[in-house]
């Protein structure tokens, strides 16, 4: 059964619309691309002595199973030059799992909803863009009513034009 999953790219090294692009194209290998939000330049958070990012968010649909679904991401963020050498440090491509379908999912390599969504205006700004009135399955608040309560403490975002 297919299924809709949410998916926050982002990149600060680099070509990053580039890294996006070739990201998001490469999705294809994995499901259906049914849309993409506008690129959002963000500040980093934790880790903030790096360049900013280059975020969006991504809907695909897919029948690959969840565990199948990251191994494609993951295969993707190492094609397109990912190194995991610092935790939450700069990066080329970085592809987070938001939401598949309805599911809620705890395993040692995956957590669905993804654990710090919903306090991430640069994860929750895109993703408002494409999925306003989709329903976080835990919190039982649509995605726009996440963003809508975020601190303005809660990182810088700015919405770019669309090329």
Same mark, same amino acid.
């Given at each position: 059964?297919?299924?809709?999953?949410?998916?926050?790219?982002?990149?600060?090294?680099?070509?990053?619309?580039?890294?996006? #692009?070739?990201?998001?194209?490469?999705?294809?290998?994995?499901?259906?691309?049914?849309?993409?939000?506008?690129?959002?330049?963000?500040?980093?958070? *934790?880790?903030?002595?790096?360049?900013?990012?280059? *975020?969006?968010?991504?809907?695909?649909?897919?029948?690959? %199973?969840?565990?199948?679904?990251?191994?494609?991401?993951?295969?993707?963020?190492?094609?397109?030059?990912? %190194?995991?050498?610092?935790?939450?440090?700069?990066?080329?491509?970085? &592809?987070? &799992?938001?939401?598949?379908? #309805? %599911?809620?999912?705890?395993?040692?390599?995956?957590?669905?909803?993804?654990?710090?969504?919903?306090?991430? #205006?640069?994860?929750?700004?895109?993703?408002?863009?494409?999925?306003?009135?989709?329903?976080?399955?835990?919190? $039982? $608040?649509? &995605?726009?009513?996440? #963003? *809508?309560?975020?601190?303005?403490?809660?990182?810088?975002?700015?919405?770019?034009?669309?090329?």
């Amino acid at each position: 059964m297919k299924k809709i999953v949410y998916l926050s790219l982002g990149s600060n090294l680099g070509d990053r619309q580039a890294n996006l #692009r070739n990201a998001i194209g490469r999705l294809l290998e994995l499901g259906d691309v049914l849309e993409v939000s506008s690129y959002y330049e963000t500040e980093p958070v *934790n880790f903030t002595d790096q360049p900013w990012f280059l *975020n969006c968010a991504v809907a695909v649909r897919t029948d690959l %199973q969840p565990r199948d679904f990251l191994s494609g991401i993951q295969a993707i963020e190492k094609s397109l030059g990912r %190194q995991r050498t610092q935790p939450k440090g700069p990066r080329t491509i970085d &592809i987070d &799992i938001l939401l598949f379908g #309805r %599911q809620t999912i705890l395993t040692p390599h995956l957590q669905v909803p993804h654990p710090s969504m919903a306090e991430r #205006r640069f994860v929750l700004e895109p993703l408002t863009e494409i999925a306003p009135q989709v329903m976080h399955p835990k919190l $039982k $608040k649509t &995605i726009r009513q996440l #963003r *809508n309560a975020l601190p303005k403490s809660a990182g810088e975002v700015k919405k770019l034009a669309r090329t």
